[in-house]
């Protein structure tokens, strides 16, 4: 078995497939990469049990077909002090001895038995759609950050794939916070749902490409499968009912905020560092066209307070939020000014864009307010 690839085109491929490995994997041979030679193809894959990745590239030169696994903290260790240039593989299928020639130098390593390597999952009785790479992205984006980690309620660790015949909705929630991300131009024909794990998603962001090609989505009771371009990433579906999330979204909101959203970021940023340090709790007091913005920690006698200029209908009121669940929420809002919809101070608060740029992107986040420290 021997091939010559380019060193950094294969190191970009592998650092992608280091993603799915665990630190502290219970079988050895998981800290391997697959690396299999067909014809003209090497295929190379990852996995540790729930995700699995498998990447292909073309070598420039590819002879006797074969498969072996290859440590993979030793390889990338190795090739990421390569010049840019092409490296000679040459497997002993037999005796799972490797030796790599570059430029620099001879180096030999040993491999693992292949066989070994756990089988890509089997994927039966499957139904299949058809994704835009760009949608998928944005969905994964604007929802992964939300989801939870509670043991007890496995289902809010991954993000729910509502799929309606004409708009697909993801949605990520831990209880604290919710997003719900809708597309009107993702139509896939067909009516389904399931939920897919944090981990393989932020994986399968990772590699999105940026120009905007189809996914072919194929999926199961148990499994899932993303396909495009040379890449496959299957994952473990999270078994289980999702939360009914329209549910807890507050309907009737009369109160009205809307803010610049660079400016309330920056302000946020700023009075965190005063807030309690277990609530993380700021402030808002609603009052006219005046936001007034203070985080404090008692205990220390820290205090932090800034006014923002604002937008508001409604009555005046006080609610406090948690900072950390305010940046990462407006953070992966993108229009130049945001609106928050509230009830009261004990409800749920909702942010949205105050300007819909895309009229085929829907999304919405709330946040539970936490209760007001008495100053």
Known sequence: MKFIINSQALLKKLQFLNGVINSNNTLPILDDFLFELDDTTLKITA??????????????????SGKVTIPAKLLLDFLKYLPDA?????IDTNTLGIEILSSEGKYKLTGHNADDYPELPLLDETT?????????????TKTVFATGNDELRPAMGGVYFDIMPDYMTFVATDAHKLVRYRRNDAKSGISTSFIIPRKPLNVLRNLLVTEDVNVKVDYN????????????????LIEGRYPAYDAVIPKDNPNRLTVDRSLFINSVKRLSPFANQSTHQVRLRISGQELL??????????????????????????????SRFLLEMVNNLESPEILFQLSGPTRAGI?????????????????????????
């Open 86 to 90: 092409p490296i000679t593989f040459n």
């Open 351 to 375: 942010i949205v864009p105050a300007n819909h740029d895309n009229p085929d992107e829907d999304i919405l986040m709330l946040v539970m307010p936490v209760m007001l420290q008495q100053s």
């Open 293 to 322: 913005m203070n985080a404090e920690d008692i205990d220390y006698s820290n205090e932090g307070v800034e006014r923002l200029n604002c937008t508001y209908s409604g009555e005046d009121m006080e609610i406090g939020f948690n």
């Open 47 to 64: 996995t540790d049990l729930e995700t699995t990745l498998v990447m292909t590239l073309e070598p420039s030169m590819a002879d006797e």
């Open 221 to 236: 009771v148990t499994n899932a499968a993303f396909e495009y371009e040379g890449v496959k990433l299957f994952s473990r």
């Open 128 to 140: 299949t759609f058809e994704l835009s790479s760009n949608i998928l992205a944005a969905g994964i």
